[in-house]
């Protein structure tokens, strides 16, 4: 099964490609755009290229005691797991700190991040980005629900 995954551009980048298909929006012919685009740089690039670190990206979590944590429905978030939520391009994050999420100081639910941005009706499994502690990768909630 293939699940949309949101992909971050910066506003000008996105509106000046947006212009250039002529689309008006971020519809199916920008998106084949993109989908060609990144596949063609993907087959000329070769080996993996060194990207730019992101802040959120620099470094693996430290271990945490992976015995404690959050259980939301089958899937078990360890203490220090990262969760990240994207809408309209802002992303808000959390993170499992003794057998809760915490985003902004608050404790919230897996559901409240995903609707954190004032949409109200996102589906948590799929709104919702995972990096387990230990893992460089971020896995989209629905990946990992899915493997357990």
């Not at 990207?51 to 693996?60: K, N, Q």
């Not at 430290?62 to 404690?68: C, E, F, G, P, R």
Request: charged share 25%.
């Amino acid at each position: 099964m293939s699940l949309p995954i949101p992909l971050h551009l910066p506003h000008h980048v996105l509106q000046g490609l947006i212009d250039r298909t002529r689309e008006g929006w971020f519809g199916p012919k920008t998106e084949a755009v993109v989908c060609k685009l990144i596949q063609d740089w993907i087959a000329r690039s070769g080996a993996r290229p060194e990207l730019p670190e992101d802040e959120h990206d620099a470094t693996p979590n430290a271990v945490h005691d992976a015995s404690k944590g959050y259980q939301w429905k089958q899937l078990f978030l360890p203490n220090g797991t990262e969760l990240r939520a994207t809408f309209c391009g802002k992303s808000t994050y959390a993170k499992v700190q003794d057998e809760v999420i915490i985003s902004d100081g608050a404790q919230t639910t897996p559901s409240r991040l995903a609707n954190a941005s004032g949409c109200g009706t996102r589906n948590a499994w799929r709104a919702i980005w995972l990096r387990f502690p230990g893992e460089r990768t971020w896995k989209l909630a629905a990946a990992c629900r899915a493997d357990e």
